[in-house]
């Protein structure tokens, strides 16, 4: 089991950045996918960003060109800069990794609550 431990969230305004950091203890090399989720009051919880065992990713159609998730292997570390906020980016932030085929795969719309996640960590954006 991996234990994952978001930081990095906050209150901007609109047009403003921040960067969320996922610290991994654990080896994360092994899982399959790395991941990062939000959910919103009263809505279900989408994928942001989806990084596979050979660093391909994908993106949200709602966050593509504004958020760019990477990782450090290394260092058990992942992060997710977000840039160009706006109100509707408001929510809890979750970072994540599973073994294949990662939350159900596509087809499930990654949305099986499987593998390990972090605790979140809250993002407001205000106009």
């Known amino acids: 089991q991996v234990r994952l431990v978001e930081s990095g969230g906050g209150s901007v305004q609109e047009g403003g950045s921040l960067r969320l950091i996922c610290a991994a203890s654990g080896n994360i090399y092994r899982k399959y996918c790395m991941g990062w989720f939000r959910q919103a009051p009263g809505k279900e919880r989408e994928r942001v960003a989806l990084t596979d065992s050979n660093g391909s990713k994908t993106y949200a159609d709602s966050v593509k060109g504004r958020f760019t998730a990477s990782q450090d292997i290394a260092q058990n570390i992942l992060s997710l800069q977000l840039n160009s906020l706006k109100p509707e980016d408001t929510a809890t932030y979750y970072c994540?990794?599973?073994?294949?085929?990662?939350?159900?795969?596509?087809?499930?719309?990654?949305?099986?609550?499987?593998?390990?996640w972090g605790q979140g960590t809250q993002v407001t954006v205000s106009s």
């Open positions: 994540a990794v599973d073994v294949f085929p990662c939350w159900g795969g596509a087809a499930a719309g990654y949305a099986v609550p499987s593998g390990d």
